[in-house]
């Protein structure tokens, strides 16, 4: 396969309401795709930064620029999915500008040769269960309406965003109104410290799955002291940046499960080996969301459906955060999602509603 080039694209993509976590309100996804040219099918990535670094180092800006004046022109001559994470290898950082580059190349690839992410990656279910992200609310009433309305549409799990001065009593509130049996698990985005871990422990009385990225993403020793102190197992998410990481976190007892996402990872391929890793070591692991559009929540539907991921993911349906998705919406039934079986990512974007929400678009040919 030959690659003439990419077109990047940012999309403005409102959200059906406010997102809250303990980095801050969004209520808009500046969504940046990346089209892969080739010679034979065009690829689609997704790049799922944020338009500010506040989840991680990266941003929209940062992402363009460097696609456009570095990672990009390395990409000369590269056939293959594998071939860009080789190409890519001595630039540092950047994880997710590499993912999604590495997504367009192997969907393009895929989509020529006729086969599915779902095969290519090592799918073993046709459908996957859905657990949903709920922000940070104004009040615990109107928690406990959004959880009601999340467990009425059939979400198999429920997770909590948290910060300090909202944890302990919000949980405690969903366990009162929606019983014990109720998947339950929290994700503190780094909002807490090791002074914290008595107070983190209180949680341990409501039987939650895991608390997820309590402490910032460099303390990995943090995580392993709070493992000791906090009964409740650690999920780590913003700390994971590779398969090695992986690997240190888990030597560490950093991490008892893994919140697993390609592009923070690096792309798809990565994001198996960590998979891998983890099963060799008795890791469970699940497939975190970046409130994709439909380009990357088809291809986090399929990576969620390999035997390893044995938690349900922030794998949710496309109206949890959009009135309309660029692709066909993925609608929930039975709280599960169909693995898409098509070539490559198995959609594709309506073009028209990709022009009327599309903000700025460029080539950048190799
Ligand atoms: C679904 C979920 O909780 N995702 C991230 C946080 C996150 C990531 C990317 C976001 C982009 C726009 C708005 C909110 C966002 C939240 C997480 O697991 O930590
Ligand atoms: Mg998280």
Redesign the pocket.
């Known amino acids: 396969m030959r690659l003439h080039g990419f077109e990047l694209r940012r999309v403005a993509m409102p959200?059906v309401s406010p997102?809250r976590?303990s980095f801050g309100t969004?209520t808009e996804?500046d969504v940046l795709l990346v089209r892969a040219i080739t010679d034979g099918a065009d690829g689609w990535g997704e790049c799922?930064v944020?338009s500010d670094p506040l989840?991680s180092p990266e941003y929209v800006d940062a992402a363009v620029d460097v696609m456009r004046r570095h990672l990009i022109p390395a990409l000369a001559g590269v056939t293959d999915a594998p071939g860009v994470g080789e190409a890519l290898k001595a630039f540092k950082g950047h994880r997710m500008s590499k993912g999604a580059l590495e997504m367009a190349v192997l969907d393009a690839e895929l989509r020529t040769e006729g086969r599915s992410f779902a095969r290519e990656l090592g799918s073993v279910h046709d459908r996957v269960p859905c657990g949903v992200?709920v922000g940070i609310m104004d009040s615990i009433p109107a928690l406990l309406d959004a959880v009601d309305g999340y467990l009425s549409e059939g979400y198999v799990r429920i997770?909590l965003?948290i910060e300090p001065g909202w944890d302990v009593d919000a949980v405690r509130a969903v366990r009162e109104r929606f019983g014990d049996d109720v998947l339950l698990q929290v994700?503190a985005?780094t909002a807490y410290t090791l002074r914290d871990a008595r107070h983190l422990a209180k949680l341990d009385d409501f039987d939650l799955l895991l608390i997820?990225?309590p402490l910032e993403e460099e303390d990995i020793l943090g995580h392993a002291d709070l493992a000791r102190i906090v009964r409740t197992p650690i999920c780590l998410?913003?700390s994971i940046t590779s398969a090695q990481t992986a690997a240190a976190a888990i030597r560490l007892g950093a991490t008892q499960v893994i919140?697993i996402k390609p592009g923070r990872v690096g792309g798809y391929l990565e994001a198996r080996r960590i998979h891998d890793l983890a099963v060799a070591h008795g890791i469970a692991v699940w497939c975190?969301?970046?409130?994709e559009s439909g380009i990357g929540r088809a291809a986090n539907v399929a990576l969620a459906s390999l035997p390893g991921f044995t938690l349900p993911g922030?794998v949710s349906a496309s109206d949890r955060f959009y009135h309309q998705d660029i692709t066909a919406p993925f609608v929930m039934r039975d709280g599960h999602l169909d693995v898409p079986t098509g070539p490559g990512l198995g959609v594709e974007p309506d073009e028209t509603i990709l022009e009327s929400l599309t903000t700025w678009v460029e080539q950048v040919t190799i």
């Open positions: 959200l997102f976590t969004q996804r799922v944020l989840y992200s997770k965003k994700d985005n997820e990225q998410d913003e919140n975190g969301g970046m409130v922030d």
